[in-house]
């Protein structure tokens, strides 16, 4: 009578460990954070360490000894060049001057921006990518470049345009006044264009076709789908344009700058923010009081484009 015998237990090599949920969580966030490292060095070096080197520098002043004739020396005033800039009319008035020239110039930029891309959703692909490509030429030249163009076309000896008009018995002034505006908002709605109709565009190439045969159906014609389809369907990208668009004239320097060699007496040295930083900082040498403007632009930027951002939104929601 055969007995029944039990198979021999195999020796495993080790046994099986587990881990933690919270071990794997930690190992996740230790790679995230090796993942992310260069952005974060880059921000600190680029932002954190510039930032706070303004802030220490703004803090402090230049005074000379012996009724000024001294040597000068930098010291500790704590918050005494903020106040100044609180109570500094150039400043201000300089921040006012740009923020209702950029209202005018930005309105007029996204309008035509708008339409643009609405003329171009109705174009074919092939001829949409040709004309979009044309029209973002402007934005890919450096800002530099293209005012130093736009320099020579305004130019009252060697301007082409001045001298066409001259011929023809208009006599153009392109700058003094209103046209001092005029001249630089035509230059910078040319660089923005492109730019922003590109993103505008490809907001409507990402709407549902079946938005416009439906409005078809119910017999609206193409403007009336613009205006009542699209348009509403891509207010996000116009409030974001327009909030870029005004942070970036809160930040207007290279182009009055150059447009001041050839008309000096219409603009100013602190005709914007960054000029009258600029001139305070490497003309006057005051660099304390330039890093207390550049924080308080910093600020008043980051503020009004947080209440731009929401009013719009609010708006259009």
Same mark, same amino acid.
């Given at each position: 009578?055969?007995?029944?015998?039990?198979?021999?237990?195999?020796?495993?090599?080790?046994?099986?460990?587990?881990?933690?949920?919270?071990?794997?969580?930690?190992?996740? %966030?230790?790679?995230?954070?090796? &993942?992310?490292?260069?952005?974060?060095?880059?921000?600190?070096? !680029?932002?954190?360490?510039?930032?706070?080197?303004?802030?220490?520098?703004?803090?402090?002043?230049?005074?000379?000894?012996? @009724?000024?004739?001294?040597?000068?020396?930098?010291?500790?005033?704590?918050?005494?060049?903020?106040?100044?800039?609180?109570?500094?009319? #150039?400043?201000?008035?300089?921040?006012?001057?740009?923020?209702?020239?950029?209202?005018?110039?930005?309105?007029?930029?996204?309008?035509?921006? @708008?339409?643009? %891309?609405?003329?171009?959703?109705?174009? #074919?692909?092939?001829?949409?990518? &040709?004309?979009?490509?044309?029209?973002?030429?402007?934005?890919?030249?450096?800002?530099?470049?293209?005012?130093?163009?736009?320099?020579?076309?305004?130019?009252?000896?060697?301007?082409?345009?001045?001298?066409?008009?001259?011929?023809?018995? #208009?006599?153009?002034?392109?700058?003094?006044?209103?046209?001092?505006?005029?001249?630089?908002?035509?230059?910078?709605?040319?660089?923005?264009?492109? &730019?922003?109709?590109? @993103?505008?565009?490809?907001?409507?190439?990402?709407?549902?076709?079946?938005?416009?045969?439906?409005?078809?159906?119910?017999?609206?014609?193409?403007?009336?789908?613009?205006?009542?389809?699209?348009?509403?369907?891509? !207010?996000?990208?116009?409030?974001?344009?327009?909030?870029?668009?005004?942070?970036?004239?809160?930040?207007?320097?290279?182009?009055? @700058?150059?447009?001041?060699?050839?008309?000096?007496?219409?603009?100013?040295?602190?005709?914007?923010?960054?000029?009258?930083?600029?001139?305070?900082? &490497?003309?006057?040498?005051?660099?304390?009081?330039? %890093? #207390?403007?550049?924080?308080?632009?910093?600020?008043?930027?980051?503020?009004?484009?947080?209440?731009?951002?929401?009013?719009?939104?609010?708006?259009?929601?």
């Amino acid at each position: 009578m055969s007995t029944l015998t039990r198979p021999p237990k195999v020796a495993t090599d080790s046994p099986v460990r587990r881990t933690s949920p919270r071990r794997t969580g930690r190992r996740g %966030a230790y790679k995230g954070l090796l &993942f992310t490292l260069p952005f974060v060095v880059g921000f600190l070096f !680029t932002y954190v360490l510039p930032i706070g080197y303004a802030f220490s520098q703004s803090l402090r002043e230049k005074k000379s000894s012996g @009724l000024g004739f001294g040597p000068t020396r930098v010291v500790y005033t704590g918050f005494s060049n903020f106040s100044s800039v609180l109570t500094d009319s #150039a400043f201000w008035s300089s921040m006012l001057r740009t923020l209702l020239f950029g209202t005018a110039q930005i309105t007029v930029m996204l309008g035509i921006a @708008l339409l643009l %891309a609405l003329l171009l959703d109705g174009v #074919a692909a092939r001829a949409v990518r &040709f004309f979009r490509a044309g029209l973002l030429i402007p934005y890919v030249v450096p800002s530099v470049v293209s005012t130093l163009m736009w320099l020579f076309l305004y130019s009252p000896t060697i301007s082409p345009i001045l001298d066409v008009a001259d011929r023809a018995g #208009a006599h153009l002034a392109l700058f003094g006044g209103l046209n001092t505006y005029l001249s630089l908002g035509n230059l910078l709605t040319w660089q923005g264009i492109g &730019f922003n109709m590109i @993103l505008i565009s490809a907001s409507l190439q990402a709407l549902p076709r079946e938005l416009y045969e439906a409005a078809r159906l119910d017999g609206a014609r193409e403007w009336r789908i613009a205006w009542s389809v699209k348009v509403p369907n891509i !207010t996000g990208i116009l409030v974001l344009t327009g909030m870029f668009s005004l942070i970036g004239r809160l930040q207007l320097f290279a182009e009055p @700058l150059l447009l001041r060699y050839v008309a000096p007496e219409s603009i100013n040295t602190d005709f914007t923010p960054m000029m009258e930083i600029f001139d305070k900082a &490497f003309k006057t040498g005051n660099y304390q009081y330039a %890093a #207390a403007e550049s924080l308080v632009l910093a600020v008043v930027t980051g503020i009004l484009a947080f209440v731009f951002y929401r009013v719009t939104n609010r708006k259009m929601s």
